[in-house]
């Protein structure tokens, strides 16, 4: 990929609309590993998917234009797959897999597009909305939020002169190639790019992959960006998100023991789809305890955990006394760390269970957005949000994730207080959610 130069390219908005989201690849890999199954195991499903900003302090509507906000959805709705990336998608090995996608399934993404949106404003806040079929509203959103991402990244920096955009890139280089340096100290490191969400933006995420890829080598295994993965010749990463038990709970409806079974029926569902490809499991939608408590025994045989919303070491800690009490050498198993990791996390993770376990780690929004210290007169401008996109119904039914910080915790609060009785409360702190 050539290099952009990118205070230049910010610098030279003189256009009519200058696109966020130029593919359908621009987004992450699980997000396709699911529809597949979606589609296949629950094509009639109605999902919502709305917007919300943990970061309540930062009014998103006082700082993007709506009418920007609208070009740059409705310039994604435009967009289809195209030749290129459907022939790539089917022919390319992922995980050691050949046509990771059916025939079937390919032929059908040839005609996808990006459903309708409902966008409204709330108190400086954005309400926006995603209503319809499970196997469309659910492609909306890694785009959405990397459109208001990078909406609010240029209009922090709209009023820059030329001079000071090239110091605030060159001081978040220099910043994002020290944190390499003290990685490279790392030997068995295992590290792959998790950052488009909530990105600064598509060309800065580009940099950083490609620092990664030089700096790293292949200590760096790849990138959850389809797009990226296709352009630098990279692993795509990725398996399965929160969205999938949360539905599938949300499907049980008031049946206390059929929404006891969820995340396990989730995984059944997942195992069946792609054999014995992509057994990673993400305990912490309903809390972590209680999914190991009652999770069933062949679960222990799987590939791996990714602890998302508990301390790092805590839930690694956790996974790895279960594995031992299922007679598994945890030697033999991974643990794929994510959850708002940098370079200090990491660190101390990486140490901590080093010749334990088998370790990766995602690194995300403190990869891809992090400008704190560069631009030192509007700094707040830049800091990264907890800006997420999460399923909030299921065929008109309300949609909870609990995890295992209960900062997180999303839904109605009725129903948070009864999947709490059905999957207990481990008593997990309220924690402060910052990415």
């Not at 952009?4 to 989201?21: E, G, M, S, W």
């Not at 995603?130 to 890694?142: A, D, L, R």
Request: charged fraction near 25%; hydrophobic fraction near 40%.
């Amino acid at each position: 990929m050539a290099v952009t130069d990118i205070a230049t390219r910010t610098y030279n908005h003189n256009f009519r609309l200058d696109p966020i989201v130029r593919s359908l690849l621009d987004t992450d890999f699980y997000k396709l590993l699911m529809l597949q199954m979606i589609r296949h195991v629950h094509p009639d499903v109605t999902a919502t998917f709305s917007l919300i900003n943990r970061s309540h302090a930062v009014r998103l509507a006082q700082a993007i234009d709506e009418a920007e906000l609208r070009a740059q959805l409705d310039h994604a709705r435009t967009l289809r797959f195209t030749k290129k990336e459907l022939i790539w998608l089917a022919g390319n090995t992922f995980y050691g897999k050949t046509q990771m996608f059916a025939p079937d399934f390919i032929a059908w993404l040839a005609d996808f597009r990006l459903p309708d949106y409902d966008l409204r404003t709330v108190d400086g806040q954005y309400e926006l909305r995603f209503e319809g079929p499970w196997t469309h509203t659910t492609m909306w959103e890694i785009p959405a939020l990397a459109i208001i991402n990078e909406l609010r990244s240029r209009a922090a920096l709209r009023d820059r002169g030329r001079f000071a955009l090239d110091v605030i890139y060159a001081r978040a280089k220099a910043k994002l190639w020290e944190k390499v340096e003290r990685l490279r100290q790392l030997p068995d490191l295992v590290l792959s790019d998790f950052g488009t969400r909530r990105r600064h933006s598509f060309l800065w995420q580009r940099w950083c992959v490609e620092a990664l890829k030089e700096g790293l080598g292949n200590r760096f295994i790849g990138t959850s960006n389809v797009l990226l993965a296709m352009d630098a010749d990279l692993e795509a990463i990725g398996t399965n998100a929160h969205e999938l038990p949360m539905v599938e709970a949300a499907l049980a409806g008031g049946d206390d023991a059929a929404l006891a079974r969820a995340p396990y029926r989730v995984l059944e569902d997942w195992q069946r789809h792609y054999g014995g490809n992509l057994l990673i499991a993400l305990p912490d939608a309903f809390g972590t305890t209680a999914f190991l408590t009652n999770a069933p025994d062949w679960l222990a045989g799987w590939t791996g955990f990714r602890p998302d919303s508990a301390p790092p070491i805590e839930a690694g800690e956790e996974i790895i006394a279960w594995w031992q009490a299922h007679g598994q050498d945890p030697r033999t198993r991974l643990l794929i760390f994510s959850d708002g990791m940098d370079v200090e996390s990491i660190e101390q993770v990486y140490r901590h269970f080093h010749g334990r376990v088998r370790m990766s780690f995602g690194w995300g929004t403190n990869l891809t957005n992090d400008f704190r210290g560069c631009d030192p007169e509007h700094d707040a401008d830049l800091d990264p949000i907890s800006l997420v996109c999460k399923v909030t119904s299921a065929d008109g039914r309300p949609a909870v994730k609990l995890s295992d910080n209960p900062s997180k915790a999303s839904g109605d609060p009725a129903e948070i207080a009864r999947y709490r009785r059905v999957f207990g409360d481990p008593g997990h702190q309220p924690r402060p959610v910052r990415v």
